[in-house]
């Protein structure tokens, strides 16, 4: 939900040399909704060669809205820890209620990371997501969080024709099943492959998958 796309490096790395890597970071200090957040990444979109578009939480409505337009080369459509409904979660729920008094930057997230990245938390994992909440206005935060609790774009991917691969962390403790539950009997060519990690999939197993989308 950052959006700054810093807590990604290892990612992509782990995607070469298969894959090159574009990702796409959100305004920092501009508060937008889900429709703006997608026109900005459509942006981006490949136009001369095939890609997979990749999401991770908060932006698997924004994947899931551009895949359904069926832009010319998308191949695939992975989702990682996403959602097309709105997630039931009382972490959201707690960070939305604090950001309504507290700045983006005070938000007590080294109390947080041990419950949302479990064994996998770090004191370097926690830093790096403090500076990069902490780079992101409250305003940005406030709009995005009100984005995530009301989003349903569900009906959407029955128009999606392509791939659809969800990964799973096995202790995602912030959207849980909810998210794969929610897609599953909606699209055709959806899987689900489940990895041993946290709702910080990406970052805490980058490699398992990196592997997974190979």
Not at 176 to 189: F, H, K, P, V
């Amino acid at each position: 939900m950052d959006g700054t796309g810093e807590l990604l490096t290892e990612f992509a790395a782990a995607l070469a040399p298969e894959f090159g890597a574009t990702v796409v970071a959100y305004p920092r200090d501009v508060a937008l909704d889900y429709d703006a957040l997608t026109e900005l990444v459509a942006e981006f979109l490949p136009h001369d060669e095939p890609f997979l578009l990749v999401a991770e939480s908060f932006s698997g409505p924004i994947a899931i809205e551009l895949a359904a337009r069926r832009p010319d080369g998308l191949v695939g459509l992975v989702l990682c820890a996403s959602f097309a409904k709105a997630p039931k979660s009382r972490m959201l729920q707690v960070f939305e209620t604090m950001l309504r008094t507290v700045p983006a930057g005070k938000l007590p997230l080294g109390l947080a990371m041990p419950w949302l990245m479990g064994r996998w938390s770090t004191r370097e994992w926690a830093r790096r997501v403090r500076e990069a909440v902490r780079s992101v206005s409250a305003e940005a935060m406030r709009a995005r969080l009100r984005a995530a609790a009301d989003i349903d774009i569900a009906a959407r991917i029955a128009d999606i024709d392509c791939p659809l691969m969800y990964l799973k962390g096995s202790h995602d403790r912030l959207v849980g099943d909810t998210g794969w539950g929610a897609i599953r009997g909606l699209s055709r060519n959806a899987v689900c492959i489940e990895i041993e990690g946290p709702h910080f999939l990406l970052q805490a197993k980058p490699q398992e998958c990196a592997a997974a989308l190979k």
